[in-house]
């Protein structure tokens, strides 16, 4: 009995020591799908740097492709969202703010 509960202690701790980085994933996809999204919409509204938002929602997606499906479907569900509202993480976008996020340090990566 005494090691049943030691088990059932065991298992309980694993997995509230596991529960933030499954929460921190998840929201990694969220965002990396409501840029691709942002960035699909902003090839529409900003003609000057169509191929620059191109670049950056084809990168996004390669990232996505090596997530688990779970993570992929969230990713997936958050582009079609920012895409169809034209919206990123709630704020409107506009061709100025599809600029700024062009160039935030957060980003980056998808330009090089």
């Not at 409501?34 to 529409?44: I, L, N, P, S």
């Not at 509204?45 to 499906?69: C, N, Q």
């Not at 703010?97 to 160039?103: D, M, P, S, T």
Request: glycine letters at 6%; one cysteine or more.
């Amino acid at each position: 009995m005494k090691l049943l509960q030691i088990a059932a202690f065991m298992i309980a701790a694993l997995l509230v020591m596991a529960a933030p980085t499954w929460a921190d994933s998840r929201q990694d996809a969220h965002r990396i799908g409501a840029f691709a999204g942002a960035m699909k919409y902003c090839v529409e509204i900003d003609d000057g740097r169509e191929g620059r938002y191109k670049m950056a929602r084809l990168r996004a997606f390669k990232e996505v492709d090596d997530m688990s499906s779970k993570r992929k479907v969230d990713a997936i569900i958050a582009r079609d969202i920012a895409y169809d509202r034209g919206r990123y993480l709630g704020r409107k976008l506009d061709r100025n703010h599809c600029r700024q996020l062009v160039k935030a340090s957060e980003w980056r990566r998808f330009f090089n």
